[in-house]
């Protein structure tokens, strides 16, 4: 390990001795100094997931991220990624195990960092559907653009988070359904909505390469109440693709 590697893994690290060069009273500025940076990676965390710190309070969530820094300290100097492990931090995280559907949470507020800094690429507009016609639907494939993303989860967390985010009343939630968000950035801005589960499997598919009609006829076997017309409008009328292209080769 190289001096400046053994400093790094020091910084996050309380119980590892800084390097010999910190010895003696400049060991005690080298404390000060890994505080700091420690405080400086919880609050980064802070802004990344403000849902979480508004579920579990900051107390709590500044705990869990001391500890999480600590197991997955950033590898870049870039701290757009910092993070990414939370939700599987969050599933062996012993004090949290009672609300399962934190990590699902971290997962959307991920998704929102990434669809924020996804690359600006230009969406199809309703008249590229246009020739889509049911001879040549089965095999159509659709692009989506970069910055969509679709978090499934076996709790209500649609409801859950736009609670936490103020969008709706909090409330006791009574029917504890698994439901579905997508994830966008239509304009400037993030966007976060529900879905039905059969439009979120739909969309999944498109987006690991399947074409049209299969991806339609898969989802319907396993949703029965699919609704086919509404999940194109979704598709379409939201924006989602990049490009429509004909399917030839091996399927995914």
Do not use: C, K
């Not at 579905?180 to 979120?200: C, S």
């Amino acid at each position: 390990m190289t001096a400046l590697s053994a400093f790094a893994a020091a910084l996050t690290a309380p119980d590892r001795r800084p390097p010999p060069e910190f010895a003696g009273r400049a060991e005690r500025r080298f404390a000060v100094y890994r505080n700091n940076v420690m405080v400086g990676l919880i609050r980064a965390l802070e802004t990344r997931f403000p849902v979480l710190v508004s579920l579990l309070g900051e107390e709590f969530f500044r705990a869990m991220a001391r500890e999480f820094t600590r197991a997955h300290p950033p590898s870049s100097p870039v701290l757009m990624s910092f993070g990414d492990e939370l939700p599987d931090f969050i599933g062996g995280f012993e004090p949290a195990e009672e609300m399962p559907y934190l990590a699902d949470v971290a997962r959307i507020e991920i998704a929102r960092t990434r669809a924020y800094h996804a690359a600006d690429v230009p969406r199809l507009g309703t008249d590229a559907y246009s020739e889509l016609t049911p001879s040549n639907f089965e095999a159509m494939l659709i692009d989506l653009h970069p910055a969509v993303a679709v978090i499934h989860s076996h709790h209500p967390i649609w409801t859950i988070l736009a609670m936490a985010s103020g969008w709706q009343p909090a409330a006791a939630i009574e029917d504890w359904q698994p439901q579905a968000v997508l994830v966008n950035r239509p304009d400037l801005d993030v966007l976060v909505r529900p879905l039905t589960t059969g439009a979120a499997l739909f969309l999944e598919a498109l987006g690991a390469g399947r074409p049209l009609g299969i991806a339609a006829t898969e989802v319907a076997q396993d949703v029965p109440d699919f609704d086919l017309p509404a999940a194109l409008a979704t598709l379409i009328g939201d924006g989602l693709a990049t490009r429509i292209h004909v399917f030839g080769g091996d399927l995914p």
